[in-house]
């Protein structure tokens, strides 16, 4: 009869073992060997494993596995760490999985298939709830993004409009005699904190309907606006869906209720040339009337000319750079009287035309002061623009060649050999745009010397 082993001797791992918390203590990884097993006698299938100590692990790493075959092949999968297991919790897991077995079921595939189904499932909730930020998206919130995208293919003007158009207004107006007065809102102001999938057909209408009635062509910018930027998003696959498959602010009724542009034809005629200028130069602001004659005489846009930098002022060569929509940039002469202006201008900042009351240090357009100067003129109805429309129908006075006048005011070119063939230095221009301040200001009645240096001239209204 053989003698019962004792309870502090290693456990026999040739034989099957009722499994106890004891033998599982005392079983150990021989050496050489990477793990070793111990079988359990009540629940086939199920073993404890050990593997070899370390320092870290003086008593080796042991856990439950299950053991079995299936279609001729072992596969083994791992229950759990001894410590963290009961000794019937492991069993009652090994019988399931024999359970499994019997069943033709590979025990490894079906956790598989649910963890894939879990991470299905935790994508589908991601999904879901990222779908429901984007629905809950407001247009100025995606108008933000657009903008900040598009930004650096547009002019500063073309940003500026974006800006504009769609600012919520009601904060003090910070114009000079304004007062308690607040700014207005932008034309797309309303349209703004509406979800943007809520921006439809109806609602633009509805919109330009009542923009059109107050302010159509500040609607009307805004509208082309809204249009562009609703293509832009129809572009992007997180707010394609959220739109019609038709741009919903092009529609005819939309167009309708914000009317035509008509045709401007505000210009200052060749007999109002000397009245202008006398109602200009007496403006309190000498920098204002500086840069109204500016415009004039240059035919830039107002924008253009009240973003003049002292850097782009070339006295050398008698040159100034102007930030072109068009063609990015484009330089046109410096003619005596410009630099005669210039000369007296202050230098407080970057700008060439500065404002001390300004948050940005930069003129902003002087449509009010215009306005007064023109009122006292007898010239009602003439804009900022019409100083450049004034400029070029001044020209035809001169029979000066349209691509010269094309150039210098930043117009596109008409004809195929203007675009391809005719490229004219500073100097050729020169010679016709001085023949132009010349006539114009023996027009308005002034008279100066030419020859003087600036800022020595002496204007003297004939």
């Not at 894939?116 to 879901?128: G, L, R, T, V």
């Not at 500063?156 to 114009?175: C, E, N, Q, T, W």
């Not at 000066?400 to 210098?408: C, E, L, T």
Request: net charge positive; hydrophobic share 40%.
């Amino acid at each position: 009869m053989m003698a019962r082993p004792k309870k502090s001797d290693a456990p026999d791992l040739g034989e099957a073992q009722d499994l106890t918390a004891g033998l599982i203590e005392r079983m150990t990884c021989p050496a050489g060997k990477l793990q070793t097993f111990m079988r359990d006698s009540k629940a086939p299938g199920l073993r404890v494993r050990a593997t070899p100590a370390t320092a870290k692990n003086p008593n080796g790493v042991k856990a439950f596995v299950f053991e079995a075959k299936l279609n001729r092949q072992t596969i083994r999968r791992t229950i759990g760490d001894v410590r963290a297991w009961t000794i019937d919790a492991a069993r009652t897991e090994a019988n399931r999985l024999r359970v499994t077995l019997d069943a033709g079921d590979d025990p490894r595939e079906l956790d598989r298939a649910k963890q894939a189904a879990a991470i299905e499932h935790k994508a589908a909730i991601a999904a879901q709830v990222e779908a429901s930020k984007i629905a809950a998206l407001t247009v100025a919130e995606v108008w933000a993004a657009y903008i900040e995208e598009r930004k650096p293919h547009w002019g500063d003007l073309h940003y500026r409009d974006h800006i504009d158009k769609a600012k919520a207004g009601g904060l003090p107006s910070g114009r000079r005699g304004g007062g308690k007065q607040l700014t207005r809102p932008g034309p797309l102001a309303s349209l703004m904190p509406l979800a943007l999938k809520d921006l439809d057909q109806a609602t633009i209408e509805a919109w330009a309907a009542n923009e059109g009635k107050t302010r159509p062509s500040s609607a009307r910018l805004a509208w082309r606006l809204l249009t562009v930027f609703l293509t832009w998003c129809a572009e992007q696959p997180a707010y394609a869906n959220l739109l019609p498959a038709k741009n919903p602010a092009k529609t005819k009724k939309a167009r309708e209720a914000l009317g035509k542009s008509g045709t401007k034809s505000d210009v200052l005629q060749r007999e109002q040339l000397g009245v202008w200028f006398a109602a200009v130069q007496q403006l309190q602001n000498p920098i204002i009337a500086a840069c109204l004659q500016m415009m004039l005489l240059t035919g830039a846009r107002p924008g253009e000319v009240l973003s003049l930098r002292w850097d782009d002022i070339n006295t050398q060569w008698k040159g100034i750079q102007i930030r072109d929509k068009v063609e990015g940039t484009r330089e046109i002469p410096a003619t005596p009287y410009m630099l005669h202006l210039l000369a007296g201008l202050p230098r407080r900042n970057e700008w060439v035309f500065s404002s001390s009351t300004s948050a940005t240090g930069c003129l902003t357009e002087p449509n009010n002061p215009h306005t007064r100067a023109c009122t006292a003129a007898g010239l009602k109805g003439l804009t900022l623009h019409g100083l450049r429309r004034s400029f070029s129908s001044l020209t035809e006075w001169l029979e000066v060649p349209a691509g010269v006048v094309a150039q210098i005011q930043g117009h596109k070119p008409s004809a195929t050999a203007e675009k391809h063939y005719k490229v004219r230095p500073l100097e050729l221009l020169r010679v016709h745009h001085e023949k132009i301040e010349v006539w114009i200001l023996e027009q308005a009645g002034i008279v100066f010397s030419a020859k003087a240096a600036p800022g020595k001239l002496r204007v003297v209204a004939g």
